[in-house]
């Protein structure tokens, strides 16, 4: 157990479909971060929240809308997703953007597009 | 651009046997981390070691850094079944102004009893 906690699981969603998925740290992080997992690809860092300020958004399309409402929790708002956006989600947290420490991560989040 | 870069992508050893990752970057880091992953879970982190620092251990994990050559590896002592998951190296770039981990595509570790 890391103390970084995602729900849902899994997750199969139509293309029309608007689904979120949600992320919850309970170390007392600072910094919360969304990555992307896709079969025979490295991890993909999508966004970077630095108390509750997005400080990264790497060229992530509009359809993936992130949402940080305080440090401990983390949202990854989905619509109009395409079948290359199936892949793990994973969110991590790590005490403050600044100090370069390392991340805890969550288990992740199975999405399957359809 | 690609930055951790591990090599073997595939392991397969016996228990009891060692195994050796190995991971080469591209730019200057301010430090280096190796993380595990069991299939369709998170991450774990194992250990992280700065630029300035050679080498580091933790239990049966050894992880050296040679910043001349830009690549580091991770040694797993008397390997266990337990130990079979994929190990990914991670770069934390130092040009950036805070932590952006780059991570490598991983090397599939498998431990046959």
């Known amino acids: 157990e890391t103390g970084v906690t995602q729900t849902p699981r899994h997750l199969v969603m139509g293309m029309t479909n608007k689904k979120s998925l949600k992320c919850e740290q309970h170390?007392?992080?600072?910094?919360m971060y969304w990555y992307k997992q896709s079969a025979k690809k490295p991890l993909e860092l999508m966004f970077v929240?630095?108390?509750?300020?997005?400080?990264e958004n790497n060229s992530v399309p509009s359809r993936f809308s992130p949402e940080c409402p305080n440090s401990s929790h983390l949202f990854l708002h989905l619509h109009t997703l395409q079948p290359e956006d199936s892949a793990l989600y994973l969110c991590?947290?790590?005490?403050?953007?600044?100090?370069?420490?390392?991340?805890?991560f969550g288990s992740g989040t199975q999405l399957s597009v359809l | 651009s690609q930055q951790g870069e591990e090599d073997p992508q595939a392991l397969s050893i016996q228990e009891g046997e060692n195994a050796t990752m190995n991971c080469s970057y591209k730019?200057?880091?301010?430090?280096l981390q190796w993380y595990r992953q069991n299939s369709g879970r998170g991450l774990v982190h194992l250990i992280l070691i700065r630029s300035n620092e050679r080498e580091k251990h933790s239990g049966r994990l050894r992880v050296t850094l040679d910043t001349s050559k830009k690549s580091s590896s991770l040694l797993i002592t008397a390997s266990r079944a337990a130990d079979t998951a994929s190990y990914f190296c991670a770069t934390d770039a130092s040009e950036t102004s805070g932590s952006r981990l780059t991570f490598g595509e991983g090397t599939q570790l498998t431990v046959n009893p």
């Open positions: 929240y630095s108390l509750e300020e997005r400080v």
């Open positions: 730019t200057s880091i301010n430090n």
């Open positions: 170390l007392g992080h600072n910094a």
């Open positions: 991590a947290s790590s005490q403050d953007f600044g100090r370069r420490g390392k991340l805890f």
